[in-house]
C-alpha cells in the first residue's frame, strides 16, 4: 500500500515540474496546462465517495486492481497525448482511478492490524507523503531535461505492473457483510460538495470577479456538504455510514486535525515561493533549499514512534503543535540568507515536527475505530485530506494576495511571506490548544504510552 501511495503522490510531484514543457509541446499557454492539474483533482474529489461502497460491493482487491489498472493506463494515455482536451480527458480518468487507492488500501491495512500495530503500520503508510515531494521535483526536472515530459507518464507503467502484481499476490478479496445498493443520491450530494469546495478553494486567490465566483463556490459546496450530512444520516443505506464520527478518534482527527492539514498543505506550496520572490533564487536553487525541508520530514521517522509510546498522542499533538507553530515563526524572522546554516537548522526543525504531528494524527484517527467501521473511516479520513489540503493552498494564497493589498506593493515579496508564516503561526497554536481537549490517557493501547 505504502508502494502505491508513493506512485500516485510522486505523480503529481513530477506534473507540477514539467507544466511548462509541456505547455510548449501542446502550443498553449503554461496556464491553461493548470487545466490538466485541476482535472485530476475534481474528478478524485468527485469519485472518492465511492471508495468503501465499492469495496464492499465488489471485494478490497478487485477494486484496487482495477484502479490501479485504470491509473496505470491512463498514465500511459497521458504519455500518447498530442493535445490538451486529450490530456485533461486522460487525467480524468487517472484521477478517479487514484481517488480509490488511497482509502481502500488504507481500510485493508487497518482492517486486518491489531491496534498495538497501528503505530507501526502508520509509520509504513505516512513515509510516501514524505518521500515523493522529495523526489518528485528533482526526477521531474531531470526527466523532462534529458529525456521528455512524456517520460514523466511512461515511468508509471512499470511501476504500476509491479503494485498489479504485488496486490493479487498479498491482499484478500475482502468484502462488506452486508450489501447495500448505491444511494445514488448520497453519492451524487457527496461528490458535487467536494467538487465544489475544492474547485472553489482552488480559485480563491484569483483577483477580481474570480475571487467572487470562488467563494460563490465554496458557499455552495458547504451547503451540498451539510445536504449530504442530513441524507447519509437518515438514509437506511447510506452511501457512507456516518458512525464512525461518533468515536472520539475521528473527531480528534477532523479538529484539531484539520487545521493541521492545513498547515501541513500550505508549507510545500509557500517555502519555493518564499526563497524564489523572497530571496530572489532561481527555481533549481530554491527547490535544494525546500530539499532539506523535505529531508528533516523524513530524518525524525526512526523516533517518531517512540514519541507517541512515551508521552501518549495528547502530549504530543500539544507539545510538537507550539514546536509547529515556532518553527512557522523562526522562518518569519529570516529577513536574508546571510546564515545559511541558520536556515538549514530551521528548515530541518521546521520539516521534522511536521512529520512528527502528521503520524501521530493519522495514527490516532483508527485508535478506538472498530474493524468494521474502519472502511467507512478510511473514506471519510481520505474526503477530509482531499478538501484540507486544497483549502491550505488556499488558505496560503489568499494570505498573500490580502497582505500584498494592505501592503499596497505591486508585487508580493519577503513582508507578505513573513506575514504568511506568522499567520501559519498561530493556524498551528489554534490546533495546539485544539487538542488540549483529547484526553490524557486516550489512545494508550494504541501509542503503547500506557506502559511507561
Not at 508502494?3 to 505547455?23: E, H, Y
Not at 523532462?144 to 508509471?156: A, G, I, V, Y
Not at 517555502?271 to 532539506?292: C, E, I, K, M, T
Request: with cysteine; net charge positive.
Amino acid at each position: 500500500m505504502a508502494a502505491i501511495g508513493f506512485m500516485q503522490i510522486l505523480d503529481s510531484a513530477i506534473i507540477n515540474t514539467s507544466l511548462p514543457t509541456m505547455a510548449r509541446a501542446f502550443g498553449v499557454a503554461p496556464i491553461d496546462l493548470s487545466l490538466a492539474v485541476t482535472a485530476y483533482v475534481l474528478a478524485a474529489a468527485a469519485a472518492s465517495p465511492l471508495a468503501n461502497w465499492l469495496s464492499d460491493r465488489f471485494g478490497a482487491r478487485d477494486v484496487l486492481v482495477a484502479a490501479l489498472a485504470a491509473f496505470t493506463l491512463s498514465s500511459v494515455w497521458c504519455a500518447l497525448c498530442q493535445t490538451l482536451p486529450e490530456l485533461i480527458v486522460a487525467r480524468v480518468v487517472q484521477g478517479v482511478g487514484g481517488a480509490l487507492l488511497l482509502p481502500v488500501g488504507t481500510a485493508v491495512v487497518m482492517r486486518r492490524a491489531a491496534r498495538a500495530d497501528f503505530v507501526r503500520a502508520t509509520a509504513l503508510m505516512v513515509w510516501p507523503a514524505l518521500m515523493a515531494p522529495i523526489v518528485g521535483p528533482v526526477l521531474g526536472g531531470f526527466i523532462t531535461e534529458h529525456l521528455s515530459w512524456r517520460w514523466n507518464f511512461w515511468l508509471n507503467l512499470p511501476l504500476g505492473i509491479c503494485g498489479l502484481l504485488a496486490i493479487l499476490k498479498l491482499v484478500p478479496n475482502e468484502r462488506g457483510d452486508d450489501v447495500r445498493r448505491l444511494d445514488v443520491v448520497g453519492f451524487l450530494l457527496c461528490a458535487a460538495s467536494l467538487t465544489a469546495l475544492l474547485a472553489g478553494f482552488q480559485r480563491s486567490a484569483e483577483a477580481g470577479g474570480e475571487r467572487i465566483v470562488a467563494l460563490a463556490m465554496i458557499g455552495l459546496g458547504g451547503l451540498l456538504g451539510v445536504a449530504a450530512v442530513r441524507h447519509l444520516r437518515r438514509h437506511p443505506e447510506p452511501l457512507l455510514s456516518l458512525a464512525a464520527l461518533s468515536r472520539p478518534s475521528l473527531g480528534y482527527a477532523f479538529h484539531p486535525g484539520g487545521l493541521y492539514r492545513v498547515l501541513f498543505s500550505a508549507a510545500p506550496f509557500l517555502l519555493p515561493l518564499w526563497f524564489q520572490l523572497g530571496f530572489g533564487l532561481s527555481p533549481a536553487a530554491a527547490g535544494l533549499w525546500v530539499l532539506v525541508y523535505f529531508v528533516g520530514n523524513l530524518g525524525i521517522k526512526f523516533i517518531t514512534t517512540p514519541l507517541m509510546r512515551r508521552f501518549g498522542f495528547r502530549s504530543v499533538l500539544v507539545g510538537d503543535g507550539v514546536l509547529v507553530a515556532l518553527s512557522m515563526v523562526a522562518c518569519a524572522l529570516v529577513g536574508s540568507l546571510d546564515r545559511p546554516f541558520v536556515v538549514v537548522v530551521i528548515l530541518l526543525f521546521a520539516g521534522s515536527v511536521r512529520s512528527v504531528q502528521l503520524t501521530t494524527l493519522t495514527t490516532l484517527a483508527f485508535a478506538d475505530v472498530p474493524g468494521a467501521e474502519r472502511g467507512n473511516a478510511s473514506n471519510l479520513i481520505a474526503m477530509m485530506q482531499q478538501a484540507t489540503q486544497a483549502a491550505g493552498v488556499a488558505v496560503a494564497a489568499f494570505s498573500l494576495s490580502a497582505l500584498q493589498i494592505a501592503m499596497g506593493r505591486d508585487d508580493i515579496g519577503l513582508p507578505e511571506l513573513q506575514g504568511t508564516f506568522w499567520i501559519m503561526a498561530v493556524l498551528a497554536l489554534a490546533g495546539a490548544i485544539a487538542a488540549l481537549r483529547v484526553p490524557d490517557a486516550f489512545g494508550r493501547e494504541v501509542s503503547g504510552a500506557g506502559g511507561r
